[in-house]
């Protein structure tokens, strides 16, 4: 096998494993603009997952199962946004708590689908032939799954308010001074429920992406701490989309990569390291969490080498994340 | 309520507004007539629901009664959008704006359309905007972000932002509260020229001078009722209002009345103190750097006396910030000394200082200077836990008994409020000049041999202004150096022996009012001479001449 067949093959399966990863941390995104944590996440994708496996097997169509998978993101989203910007609950225990909610109950609902080890249909794959000769996309361009254009034109979606429209300015407001939002006429409420309901659905169509895509079927535990990427995706894209969904599809390939490295013959001082041992898996697991954080710690030294230089350099996180917001608190500061 | 003014063509009227927060009657039944195309002054201490009031009236909260009425009909403000509907812009003193968007971005910020933001969108507002500085000499450039521009330039567009919205009726919440004098000249120019141009501006401040030289009319609040409505200035003085913020505390101790010179802000001078001797703080040509890595402080030099008060003039942003954080340890120095009673502290923690005898009044009082979400009693602690009369059961508790005693005994001299003392409210409740003084009083009860207070009455009313002074002068007469730092040059030339003017992070002059026991180098001067001649010093007329030119 050549180096090109290995590095295309590797891209072709690592960017379709992006896919989830990207619709997730984009409804991520969404949330944190607006100054909502979404902790809920992983809970979230699961539920959906296991929607739209289950909605799949009963309609025999896996487009139901997206609709299904997006309806039950967007009944999470309405219950968490309740919670965290109706009630102003802490915003890091409703999520968590909704999330381990959520797996719990995917897990319950799904065992009868485990058991019945029934095949559900996929979502459509794409072919276009024409396009193979591509240097190292081809096998990616000429044949994925349908979830991939859908990614992409979320992601484009997604840059465009952000960058281009009014409801994206009016979100960053809302994410990076609720109060001066609402002085400006902005309604903090409607504005951060609106986020987190459409962030909340992607997370119920990434859990569709997976079970109907992806990694086809219904496991229990399917989605193996892609949320928790996904989450960590959105600060490593330091809040930009367009960042995010390249660290999206840069860690799909980082964790497609213990399994086609298993058929190659590595040089010999890797193939002794601890690369090729049984726990390389995890390794590679552990990575994108050390890229974060290194992103991280890289940012804070930029920072302050900026400091030399004339304009200020602030934070990417937005300034109001994770604060509830409550007009008449406004008077004790 | 007087009614006397109804004939007026009212464009706002205020009817018996009442608003309650919790633990504070806001707003008492206050009411308020403004005239079509006046500058309407709203006056009165911190907490006399000034704010609160305007706040109403910029539909930020309902109130729990009362009557809004804009050109004589009766409306509701559910909303700041639904002020802003019936042409209502409030410029706040903590400014509304999204630091990390443009000036267009932020200009555009809760209108309702275009929802599509295309580059033209941008230009024509760019183009709009600066149509409209142009016109009313508000210059800012549209294309920066505003996490890059200077308080006074962050204000002007707040203005422009309601220009830009076309309001007619402009309510600014203590605008020249976070300017330098200059700005401040500036400001009260754009003001006139929106006057000018019909519009109707509602001023809140504290500042009375400002008030007279700006509005048509004023309003007193006193404690969330209107005391005095609509007064033409032309039928009143500064003493007269003065006493009426006051209230039944007498003008006269208050000292609101009877300084020609030093107007408005009222303060007294006490006389003064025995002679000081021994510097307790002597720095010599410090450097220190700023937080854009730039030199904030080049070279500066300064001595202070047991028992004297050192002011510090200028304006912001000339090594201020950087002087107070090198003096309490919280950032290196570059090179130079800084000695405290004769020994350099320069190797010294923050708590180390504090033991050599430090205390400090920071210039944020709700970041700094307090932990908001902590009771009174808690932030009185703050510094004093370690005492060892706290503690109780062999030093392993502390003493609840001796606590309460111990804060009654901090904040005896204050005479807070009794509410206050009974219900112990978190720190960040209080209004700026209750916390202020509690602040002080926590940090004199250290018995310091330096304090350092910076803008210690920044934002304060005359009442709580006027106890601040008092704490300051008794800390003095006990042989406390201290350190001010002011932008007010009057205050600065009431309160200190000898001021320095402080510019790009060096102290180019000095001088000693007639009170103090000169050091040779400073020349002895009457407050208007002193005002004079730092005014001139700070604005760069003065070079750094070592021979006084004012006696």
Known sequence: MTVRVFLENLLAAGVLRGVPLLFAALGELWAERSGVLCLSIEGTLLLGALAGYAATLATASPFMGLLCALAVGLICGLLHAALVVGLRVDQVIAGLGLSFVASGLASMLGTPLVEARKVAAQLPVIALPSLSAVPLLGPLLSQHSIVLELALSVWLITALVFSRTRLGLDLTAVGENPSAADAMGLSVLRLRVLAVVIGSGLFGIAGASLSLAVSPGWVEGLSAGQGFIALVLVIFGRFRPSRVALGAFLFGVIRRLPLDLQGVTLPDFIERSFLRGPGSTYVLDMLPYVMTMAVLALQTVRVRRAQSETTLRLDDAPWALGRPYHRAARHER | MSTGSLEVDL?????????????????????????????????????????????????????????????????????????????????????????????????????????????????????????????????????????????????????????????????????????????????????????????????????????????????????????????????????????????????????????????????????????PVSPVLRIVDLHASGPLGSEALRGLSLQIAAGEIYGVAGVTGNGQRELCDVLCGLRPLRSGSVEMNGHSVASLSAAQRRKQG?????????????????????????????????????????????????????????????????????????????????????????????????????????????????????????????????????ELVALCDRVGALVRGRIVGEVALTWSAATPAAPLCTPPAAMTRLGRLISGLAAQDPKPEAR
């Open chain 2, 358 to 490: 430090l205390a400090s009044i920071p210039e944020d009082r709700y970041a700094q200077g307090c932990a908001a979400s902590l009771s009174v009693a808690d932030n009185v602690l703050l510094t004093h836990s370690d005492r060892p009369d706290l503690a109780g059961c062999c030093g392993l508790l502390v003493s609840p008994k001796a606590i309460r005693a111990f804060v009654q005994r901090v904040l005896s001299p204050l005479q807070l409020p009794e509410s206050i003392v009974a219900q112990d409210p978190p720190a960040g409740s209080l209004s700026g000049g209750t916390l202020q003084k509690l602040i002080l009083a926590r940090e004199l009860a250290h018995r310091p041999t330096l304090l350092l207070a910076a803008y210690p009455c920044r934002g304060l009313d005359i009442g709580a202004m006027q106890t601040v002074h008092r704490l300051l002068f008794e800390a003095r007469d006990q042989g406390c150096a201290i350190l001010v730092m002011s932008e007010q040059l009057d």
């Open chain 2, 11 to 275: 464009a706002v009227e205020l009817r018996d507004i009442a608003k309650r927060f919790p633990g504070v009657q806001a707003c008492d039944r206050a009411s308020l007539q403004v005239a079509r195309g006046e500058v309407h002054a709203v006056v009165g201490e911190n907490g006399a629901g000034k704010s609160t009031l305007l706040s109403i009236l910029g539909g930020l909260y309902a109130p729990d009664s009362g009557q809004i009425f804009l050109d004589g009909r009766a409306v509701r403000l559910r909303s700041p959008r639904d002020a802003a509907d019936h042409g209502i812009a409030m410029v706040h003193q903590h400014f509304s704006l999204i630091p990390k968007l443009g000036v267009v971005e932020n200009v555009l910020l809760g209108q309702a359309r275009p929802w599509w933001l295309s580059r033209r969108v941008y230009a024509e507002l760019a183009e709009r905007l600066a149509q409209l500085s142009a016109q009313h000499g508000l210059p800012v450039d549209p294309r920066r972000r505003v996490a890059d521009l200077s308080v006074a330039e962050q204000q002007r567009v707040e203005i422009l932002k309601a220009l830009y919205r076309d309001a007619r009726i402009l309510i600014l919440d203590e605008p020249t509260a976070v300017l330098s004098p200059a700005e401040a000249e500036q400001l009260r120019q754009v003001l006139c020229s929106l006057r000018a141009a019909g519009r109707t501006l509602i001023y809140v401040s504290h500042k009375l001078d400002e008030v007279f030289a700006l509005a048509d009319r004023v309003t007193v609040l006193r404690q969330g009722r209107s005391v005095r409505m609509a007064v033409p200035v032309a039928e009143t003085d500064q003493g007269t209002i003065a006493a009426e913020i006051l209230g039944e505390r007498s003008p006269d101790t208050a000292g609101a009345a009877g300084h020609p010179e030093r107007s408005g802000t009222a303060l007294t001078v006490d006389s003064p103190p025995d002679r």
